[in-house]
């Protein structure tokens, strides 16, 4: 009898594929994890587990997709959001976070509210590109926020704001790109700003009033400000010199995770700032690149994981936490799953906040490997740029940034987009073609075999061993969605919406988007039938990283939209313009260009990198290449789009501080860049290749 016990068990793990033997074992705690007929929340669940229960559309029948209705969405610019489906509306944000209400069985829009950030506080335009992660509902409400740091509640069936509050200082450099999340009866959001050493922090306000009822800071204070309370007392030990005057960072910028069961709430935090810890107070630097846990109804410190002590290469751990049951040397433990930029994936006992295990998921030469017994990484030597200079991979795009990864119960895998990049780091000007912050000069590297692409990677967080790969072309792909009808839906930066069996990544169909995604897929059904849902807007960080993000996008040439998808869809989508590689680069011959002009008109477009890329070197997005730009060519056309903003309320800021001569070192500087773009064409290469 036990002999033939055995029998079955090898036939049911060969049946599972990929999936791992000890789910065959053992029944799945999970079972309620994942989402139903609605798809409430970003990640689909409380839990964060980007999972759908729902199987009408499965890996025997996905190969009959098709296109059941599209929208455009005209004015947008880079789409992040994974929309949410509440009782048969989707609800998503754009580029600046104006949000949408849409009819989920015919695609109408139902209601749009802008929160107009360039008339609210158009200063805040000038931190970051634009770019929304999404909203969350409860009772009639939705919350969102937007970059200039508000937080809204809105009428979820008119669109009509309730309230309203600043979440961020009006004047300061913090800005708000992540869906707000719920804990209980309060709404709680961070912001980012660590790049500008900014001190990050979370706040939870009451969903009826927006009263403030918490706040937990990701760094310390001013001795004078920490004083009587404990957990920022503790984590002031872990700096030295003045950090509150050189910058800390920290900044909450995406994931917070609700444990309903515990009561608690994980917060993940960002890098240390200035990257340089030369430049801030050495030590352990808390609570900066790491998870800390709180009290859901009072916001006090709880435990912490910190995941890059002394964090030196903007290595965030911002990622998506997912809440899991998993079965682990026999027995089911609550667990906490992370795959932050620096390439580990990590399963972490939630209930202690000790790491259990921490698996290499891409290229990684800044750690031989993981001591489960220090619960910390083994660091390379020399790794914190002791010489002045240090080349690491995963570079600060990240193994993992904050695309959605999707958490299977029923066959105990996750989906996970990774990518595999490397970093130049130098302390002092790494020349025009770096990104300069803060001290230091950072630039990627595209070196090694594989480096630039990104892959789609089934990971087994049991064993700690990769269970399947899909390989991509490019490296800024979209978030994943897993089904119980075993299948993952992952966009791409080429523009393809795949289908893959979630046992074993073999291909089950895909559909041409005419667009590069870079958002994640979702699930729901309305009227007994079952969408899938993903909008569809290249660009974020596709600039900030520079050229070899170039997929052949052009800004304002390719239409936003959001697809949906059933079985059996047969609407069509008009065809945008088709991508192109070559940088049409506008010239004119008889410009004599002065190099000291060319010189500081580089340093002075460091402030353009995050839309127009670094060297004025956009890929398309999230700005336009002013390389091809005939405004740009005009220095009056130029200076009515720098002074007078005239651009803004398309997403262009003011930069009314800047002097007439700067802006003619801009001019130079563009033009300089365009003609490089010309004679590198004209020698026969396409002007796009990747820094090395
Ligand atoms: C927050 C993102 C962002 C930043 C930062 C930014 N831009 Fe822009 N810029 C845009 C967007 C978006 C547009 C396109 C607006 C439109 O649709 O007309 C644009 C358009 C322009 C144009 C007009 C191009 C054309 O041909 O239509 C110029 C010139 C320009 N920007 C120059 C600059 C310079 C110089 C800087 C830095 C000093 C800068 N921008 C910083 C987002 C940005």
Known sequence: MRKFGKVIMAAACVAMLLAGCHNARTPQPDAGLGAGDDWPSVNGDVAESGYSRLSQINAENAGKLGLAWSIDLPGEVTLE?????????????????????????SGKVLWRFDPETWKHNPQKMHFTFAANRG????????????????????DAKTGQQLWAVET???????????????????????QGGADFGARGYVTAYD??????????????????????????????????????KTGTGGAPWNSITFDEQMGRVYVATGNAAPYDQQKRGAGDNLFTAAIV???????????????????????????????????????????????????????????????????????MTWAKGFDVKTGKAIEEPGIRYESGQIDIWPGPIGGHNWQSMSYSPKLGLVYLPVGQIGERLLRGDGGPDAFNVMGLSTRPLVEKPGDGKASLIAWDPVAQRQAWKVQHNHLWNGGALSTAGNVVFQGTAEGVVYAYDARSGKELWHFDAGLGIVAAPMTYAVGGKQYVSILVGYGGTTAAFGDFMRVGWKYGQQPRRLLTF??????????????????????????????????????????????????MKSPGSPGPDLRESAIAMDMTALRKVLKEGVLLEKGMPQFAYLTDDQIRQIHAFIRAQAR?????????????????
Not at 81 to 105: K, M
Not at 135 to 145: C, E, H, L, P, Q
Request: net charge neutral.
């Open 168 to 190: 961020t200082d009006p004047k300061g450099p913090q800005t708000v790109t992540s869906a707000p999340r719920l804990i209980g009866n309060l709404v709680i959001v961070g």
């Open 207 to 244: 969903q009826a009033t927006g009263k403030q009822a918490w706040r937990f800071y990701a760094a310390p204070g001013s001795p004078e400000e920490n004083k009587g309370d404990a957990a920022q007392e503790m984590a002031a030990k872990t700096w030295s010199g003045e950090w509150w």
């Open 676 to 692: 490089a773009a010309i004679s590198a064409q004209t020698k026969g290469g396409s002007g796009t290749s990747a820094s090395k």
């Open 293 to 363: 846990a709180l009290d859901a109804k009072s916001g006090k410190y709880i435990w912490h994981y910190q995941i890059n002590p002394a964090d030196s290469w903007d290595y965030d751990s911002t990622q998506q936490m997912t809440l899991a049951t998993l079965n682990l040397d026999g027995k089911p433990r609550k667990v906490l799953m992370q795959a932050p930029k620096n390439g580990f994936f990590y399963v972490i006992d939630r209930e202690t906040g000790k790491p259990i295990s921490a698996g290499m998921t891409t290229v």
């Open 135 to 154: 909203v969350a509902y409860r009772d009639g409400k939705i919350f969102s926020a937007a970059i200039d740091g508000r937080l809204f509640a809105l």
């Open 81 to 105: 959001a994974t929309p949410l489906a509440i009782g048969g509306v989707l609800y998503f944000t754009g580029s600046y976070a104006a949000v949408y209400a849409v009819d989920a069985a």
């Open 566 to 615: 059933a079985l059996d869809g047969k609407a069509t989508l008009p065809r945008g313009t088709p991508p192109e590689m070559k940088v049409n680069a506008v010239d004119d011959p008889s410009l004599v260009l002065n190099p000291a002009d060319v010189k500081a008109g580089s340093e002075l477009t460091v402030q353009c990198a995050a839309c127009h890329g670094i060297g």
